[in-house]
């Protein structure tokens, strides 16, 4: 005789409770925690609380792009030229490699002393990086940054998850990744006046002025709702549901194939054995990632299950690549006006402006659209659509293109890329179960970040070795440590005549490559766009079920046989 639903549910629930970590609480718990009605902050507290955490990602956002015009000054003092890519390299590096355990940590602790705890590590490297008296100590404070700022960044989607009602998550995320790219594109501009108007220290020392104030105001406004439980577990259970073993096979295999890209074919051949050897080892400790993973099951960095439905990792892919694409665009844009154009800092980042102004709007744009429609894939496929054709015209630009062109491009690309990049977040966000969202939100973070670790890297080794090859065939006399170690706003200064025009030109061909390359992205999220599955986000009432409710909830659909509960359990 088959069971009921009732005792399969019962079993279930009993099954959940002998599991480490589980969110199974007694049956009294679990009817407490059902029977809390969903609260929301609104008005002044939620704009105030709102006003904290975006704020603090722009501190985040300022640092990431902020080190591109503090690098000549750090070079000035401490004459390590050698070091130049692991200044903006540590960051990305610590953020992709630590995202997964702050999703942990957020699932198993508080979540508002974890994020707490983020911001204080990310003002703690921002004081090393300050103080540093040598280059070690800048990219120790840089990767300390980077810690902290994956925690912020994480901890920020999170809170807008638990805080703010589910209808408002789209425009909330929207908002928030169009302060962030803002607060990017700045970063240069802002660097550029401290390094030349006082010192790149003040690059870093600024953020304790205002991280200070966003400490206090968090202490007196964050609250999450009481319906938020965080998953009992003991000490030992968090520690190795953290996967420390994944975190330094990832952390690792990140740092093999940086050295691996920033020495091949600048300082060391391709075919030199010290290249190989990091190559293979990246290889390696990639694989040796993947099966530990699958071998730590639920307690694993990146947890399977959580990935398995296509709904996860098709966005995840998505937004892997079409971060690919931004990050190339929005790093290498600014090194095209200041070389070709011989453009300032300053100026080159006013000339950003159109993007970041687009990318805004399209971001906003679509996050009403999708809270009132709920559907989020065919806006990831016109944006995709719409950054493929931008990217397109950037990668046409020349030498002697005019500022329309320029301008035009930007804005195309920028409207896309804000309509389709906070799209996945919000998406797996909304079809995770409450539990898991923290974890979910952990996997995106680490997308977003590990995509700037492998691609920024990438492009940075094809840019360099495309450039080198080019001007070292045309002008065979010039220095290859003068022109590399030279930066894209002094090229006026360092050479001239028939050098700078060589230069100009192999300069050309670099960005070229790399255009090239973000165009290949582009078009390939086109692609990922179409597998995203067709689905409405869950309303509002739907959301705020505690998932034991939901669950079992659809277990008696599938008893019932059902059509709906056909499809969920396909999905």
């Known amino acids: 005789m088959a069971d009921s639903p009732e005792l399969e549910n019962s079993n279930k629930a009993e099954l959940d409770r002998s599991q480490p970590g589980s969110t199974s609480d007694g049956p009294q718990e679990q009817k407490d925690l059902d029977e809390i009605p969903p609260e929301y902050a609104t008005g002044v507290r939620l704009v105030l609380i709102m006003f904290t955490i975006f704020v603090s990602t722009i501190l985040v956002s300022l640092e990431i792009g902020i080190i ?22 540590a960051t990305f590096i610590l953020a992709a490699s630590s995202s997964p355990l702050w999703g942990k940590l957020f699932k198993y602790v508080n979540v508002k002393w974890v994020y707490l705890s983020a911001v204080g590590i990310f003002l703690v490297g921002s004081i090393v990086a300050a103080a540093a008296p040598n280059s070690v100590s800048v990219i120790i404070g840089r990767a ?22 589910p209808r408002n998550h789209p425009i909330l995320i929207g908002t928030w990744m169009a302060s962030f790219m803002v607060s990017t594109i700045l970063g240069p501009v802002i660097g550029g006046a401290f390094t030349s108007g006082v010192t790149w220290r003040w690059c870093f020392w600024i953020n304790l002025p205002v991280g200070g104030p966003i400490i206090v105001l968090l202490l007196l406004f964050l609250r999450i709702p009481k319906h938020i439980k965080k998953v009992p577990a003991t000490r030992q259970e968090i520690i190795l549901a953290l996967d ?148 397109a015209l950037i990668y046409i630009l020349d030498v002697d293109s005019s500022k329309a062109m320029y301008i035009g491009a930007e804005v195309l690309f920028g409207f896309g890329i804000g309509i389709c990049n906070q799209i996945p977040m919000t998406a797996v966000q909304g079809f995770s179960k409450l539990e898991d969202v923290s974890s979910a939100t952990g996997i995106m973070v680490m997308c977003q970040t590990l995509s700037g670790a492998y691609f920024v890297a990438i492009a940075q080794s094809l840019f360099a070795n495309r450039m080198l090859q080019t001007v070292l065939s045309s002008a065979s006399h010039l220095d290859a440590t003068l022109v590399l170690g030279t930066g894209a706003s002094e090229l006026q200064d360092v050479f001239s005549g028939d050098d700078l025009k060589e230069v100009i ?58 059509v709906d509960g056909g499809k969920e359990n396909q999905s």
């Open 505 to 562: 030109a192999a300069y050309m061909v670099g960005i070229k490559d790399v255009f090239a390359f973000s165009l290949a992205c582009a078009a390939f999220s086109v692609l990922l766009s179409l597998i995203i599955p067709f689905k409405r986000l869950p309303d509002h009432g739907k959301k705020d079920k505690p998932a034991t409710e939901a669950a079992a909830e659809e277990e008696n659909k599938k008893a019932e046989g059902t």
């Open 68 to 89: 591109a015009t503090a690098i000549p000054g750090i070079t000035n003092d401490f004459r390590k030229l050698d070091d130049v890519g692991w200044y903006g390299c």
């Open 244 to 391: 420390l073993p994944g975190f330094c096979l990832l952390l690792v295999s990140l740092i093999c194939l940086t050295l691996a890209l920033q020495w091949g074919g600048q300082t060391k051949a391709w075919n030199d054995g010290s290249v190989i050897a990091t190559l293979v080892m990246w290889i390696v400790l990639s694989i040796g990632f993947l099966v530990t993973e699958w071998l730590q099951g639920h307690r694993a960095m990146v947890p399977f299950s959580i990935l398995k439905p296509r709904m996860t990792w098709s966005n995840a892919l998505f937004c892997l690549i079409s971060y690919a694409a931004l990050y190339q665009v929005l790093f290498y844009l600014p090194i095209y006006f200041q070389s070709i154009h011989g453009q300032s800092a300053i100026i080159s980042g006013v000339n950003t402006l159109p993007f970041l102004a687009f990318f805004a709007l399209g971001a906003v744009v679509s996050g009403g659209v999708i809270g009132k429609t709920r559907y989020t894939q065919p806006f990831e496929l016109l944006g995709a659509l719409i950054m493929t054709a931008g990217v």
């Open 144 to 165: 300390i940054q980077g810690l902290g700022a994956s925690g912020v960044l994480g901890g920020t989607l999170i809170v807008i998850n638990y805080v703010a009602p």
